[in-house]
């Protein structure tokens, strides 16, 4: 079992900015794939970023490019999302995922792990 636990959300002003994190543990592995997604109410849950432990591939929906950056930290087994330039339309609650098989993915269900969300709101 993986437990995934997200801190860092909260209230911001449009334009503003808020940094993510999703701290690992149990039996994590170098071959997973950490992926952020957002749910806004009454909306799919949406792919927003995705690393890789090893090696470090990275893949951005392409709304969030250029605004939003993910990172990790192996010594921590925690995951980053850095949001900049923030706007109303970003505000949701933000899940953290892992993926056993190391494949890249855009898709909810080829993530095995969740955490239990942060909720970013951003004020206009």
């Known amino acids: 079992q993986v437990q995934l636990v997200e801190s860092g959300g909260g209230l911001v002003q449009a334009g503003g900015s808020l940094r993510l994190s999703c701290a690992a543990s149990g039996r994590t592995r170098s071959t997973y794939v950490m992926g952020w997604f957002r749910q806004a109410p009454g909306k799919e849950r949406d792919f927003v970023a995705a690393i890789a432990w090893s090696g470090g591939s990275i893949d951005y929906a392409d709304s969030m490019r250029g605004r939003f950056t993910i990172s990790k930290d192996n010594a921590k087994n925690t995951v980053y999302l850095q949001m900049n330039s923030l706007k109303p339309e970003d505000t949701a609650v933000y899940y953290c995922?892992?993926?056993?098989?190391?494949?890249?993915?855009?898709?909810?269900?080829?993530?095995?792990?969740w955490g239990q969300g942060t909720q970013v709101t951003v004020s206009s």
């Open positions: 995922a892992a993926g056993r098989f190391g494949k890249m993915s855009r898709r909810p269900y080829e993530y095995d792990y």
